[in-house]
């Protein structure tokens, strides 16, 4: 199976409630504050897994413009009833985030969030999103993504089979006894991604986020 069926068979297992579930209120309106501190308030955001619209929809509230897209039926209609019990003014589009359905230089940011980007298990698929989410950026526009970091994978990790050698990169995990593999990237892999898609300027960095540790680029267009 591709990275995109892995994906989409874990989220119609998993639901919308069960996503919900690995997350906080508290959380969420932590990134939410973080993501209005770093882009201007009424700019054009997209959110590229955009699930269930758990930073979408606070950030409409906000005024941002927001659009957002996911390969998952189940969730784009959780977001968009979500949107429009609340008169929210949300695009929510079903589809890959390495292959936008948008024009060029449409956004003032673009962010991939809740690790959204590391279930992208093969590096062509990698490359290709990163530079549709550039193509989509305005001149000085905000490239965010974040993700959980690469750790070398431990006896127990091999054992189990969730890494299949010390420096392998694929996590088979699951959740709620769900399959749900991730490509655990480190800040080197990360910059060759920014550099292939023609970013110039970007900032990788360990931090907290939203409760966990995560990797975080903030890259510009």
Excluded at 33 to 59: K, N, Q
Excluded at 166 to 185: D, F, S
Aim: with cysteine; glycine share 10%; net charge negative.
């Amino acid at each position: 199976m591709s990275s995109e069926e892995l994906s989409k068979a874990f989220y119609e297992q998993l639901g919308a409630g069960g996503l919900a579930r690995r997350t906080t209120s508290d959380a969420d309106a932590e990134i939410v504050a973080t993501l209005a501190e770093l882009i201007r308030r009424g700019s054009r955001v997209f959110d590229a897994g955009c699930g269930y619209g758990r930073i979408a929809l606070p950030l409409a509230r906000l005024g941002y413009r927001v659009d957002g897209i996911d390969l998952s039926p189940e969730m784009i209609e959780a977001a968009r009833q979500a949107a429009r019990e609340e008169s929210l003014e949300v695009g929510f589009s079903l589809g890959s985030m390495t292959r936008l359905p948008l024009e060029d230089t449409a956004y003032d940011a673009v962010i991939c969030l809740w690790s959204a980007f590391n279930e992208l298990l093969d590096e062509s698929e990698q490359r290709a999103a990163t530079r549709e989410m550039r193509r989509v950026l305005r001149p000085n526009g905000l490239l965010l993504i974040e993700g959980r970091p690469y750790h070398e994978a431990t006896e127990e990790e091999i054992a189990d089979g969730r890494r299949r050698g010390p420096g392998h990169r694929v996590e088979w995990g699951l959740v709620e006894g769900i399959l749900n593999p991730h490509y655990r990237h480190d800040e080197a892999s990360l910059a060759l991604l920014c550099r292939d898609a023609g970013f110039e300027r970007f900032e990788i960095s360990l931090r907290p986020w939203g409760g966990r540790e995560r990797l975080v680029v903030q890259a510009f267009r």
